[in-house]
Structures are given as C-alpha cells and as structure tokens.
C-alpha cells in the first residue's frame, strides 16, 4: 500500500468522523490505488460502490487539504465521477 493511501485513510477517517454518510463509494486514485469510504470509515480496499470518483494523487490530496473543492475538480475535469451522482455530492460536503 502506498504512502498516499495511507496518509488519505487517515484524514478521510478523521473527516467522515460522525458525518453519518450513507452509502458506498470509492476514490480511484491514479498509480496509488483506491480507498473505500461507507458508514464505517475509510479503508484502503478496491470493491464495488455506490459512486466511484477518480483523480490524480496531486488532484486528491488537494481536495483533502481543503485547497480544491470537489466540485470544482469535477467542473474541471480533474476528477472523474463514475455512478451514484447523489452519492458523490453527499461526500462532497462532508470532504469541504
């Protein structure tokens, strides 16, 4: 497992942390591998989701530092999101 993956499970655990998000996704992180996020926390696993949103590791840390919001990676064409669109906006507010 990557240092991105293991640095990423850690703060989305610290931020999804009584959000109550409902669902599964997946974040698809391009020459890293995937993080599964679901009413449990954060894991580093690749299964199937409800939404699965792809980015590049600088894309992804940014949207976890708070510099880039997910919707504007989206907007842009940074982050590429595959399914539940309800889903994705859900985790969107919880990740800004």
């Known amino acids: 497992m990557s240092n991105v993956i293991d640095q990423a ?9 009584g959000s109550g998000f409902e669902g599964t996704a997946k974040f698809a ?9 679901d009413a449990e926390g954060a894991r580093a696993a690749d299964e199937d989701a409800d939404v699965t949103m792809t980015a590049d590791a600088d894309t992804f840390r ?18 590429t999101i595959d399914g539940d ?8 507010t919880v990740l800004s």
């Open 9 to 17: 499970v850690a703060t989305l655990n610290e931020k999804l942390d």
């Open 62 to 79: 940014a949207i976890l530092d708070g510099e880039l919001k997910p919707t504007a990676a989206f907007m842009s064409g940074k982050l």
């Open 85 to 92: 669109m309800g889903a994705a906006m859900r985790l969107g």
């Open 29 to 37: 992180i391009e020459d890293e591998g995937a993080i599964m996020l």
